[in-house]
C-alpha cells in the first residue's frame, strides 16, 4: 500500500508482539562497529550517544496507529540534525500497515524512529537500531544478506553505494575529517521517572526471561509510504 506523507517511513516485523516495560538500550558498541566497517574505508563514522531525554505520553506507550507514529516523532528533542531514538513498549502501525509484528519504524530522509525496548535490548539490538538509522540516512530496503534487509536476519553488510548515499546525508557531520552522527535516546513513559538503560541485575534477568520468550519469533513482512 502507498500512502503519502512529509516523509516516508519504514518498519520492521516479527511474527509475534507483546508490550514489555519500556527502556533504553543504546547498543552504541555494535552501532559504531556497523558504521565503520571495511566499507567505509578510512571514513568511519563515529554514533555519538547523547544525554537520555524521557517524555511522559503513557498513550504512546503502545502505537497501534500511523497518528500515534505521527505524534512520537512530533516530539523531537534537540536541532534538525540529530537523531531522536524512541524507545516504547510495543508497536502494531507503520506506514499503513497494522501488524503486531512491528518492531521498527523510521523515516526515510529523516531524523526519528521508534523502536520497541524488548528487542533494541536483545540480540538482534544493533542491528535494529542500525537498521532504522540507515532508514534516516536515506537508504532503502534492499533484499539479500545486508543491513537494510526488510527482515532482521543478523547481518549487517552496508554496499559502497549505500555508504555513497550515507555521507550525502546531512546527518553526518564533519571536521577535519572526522565524521560522527548525534544521536539523542528517547524514552515514552507513563509518568515521570529516572532514564537509564538496564543495567541492574534484576532488569537483566527479566530482559534474558522475555528474550528466550521471544526468540522463536521471525520477521514477516514490510511496508512503506512514499513521498510526495
Known sequence: MFLFIKRALFCLLWLIGSAQAAFISTNEAALDAI?????????????????ATELVFPELLDISSDVEIGQIFGQHVGPANVVNFYFVDSISACGGLISSSIVGCGEYFGNDFVVESSYAAGPYGGELLAHELGHNLGLPH??????????????????????TRIFNSPLVQNVNDYYWIDINPVLIVAQASQ??????????????????????????????????
Open 35 to 51: 558504521y565503520s566497517q571495511a566499507s567505509f574505508g578510512d571514513r568511519p563514522i563515529d554514533i555519538r550517544i547523547g544525554s
Open 195 to 228: 532514564v537509564s538503560e538496564p543495567v541492574t541485575v534484576g532488569l537483566f534477568m527479566l530482559a534474558l526471561v522475555m528474550l528466550a520468550w521471544q526468540h522463536h519469533r521471525q520477521v514477516a513482512a514490510s511496508t512503506t509510504i512514499i513521498v510526495s
Open 142 to 163: 534492499l533484499s539479500g544478506a545486508y543491513l537494510m534487509n526488510p527482515f532482521l536476519n543478523k547481518q549487517t553488510l552496508i554496499t559502497p553505494a549505500e555508504v
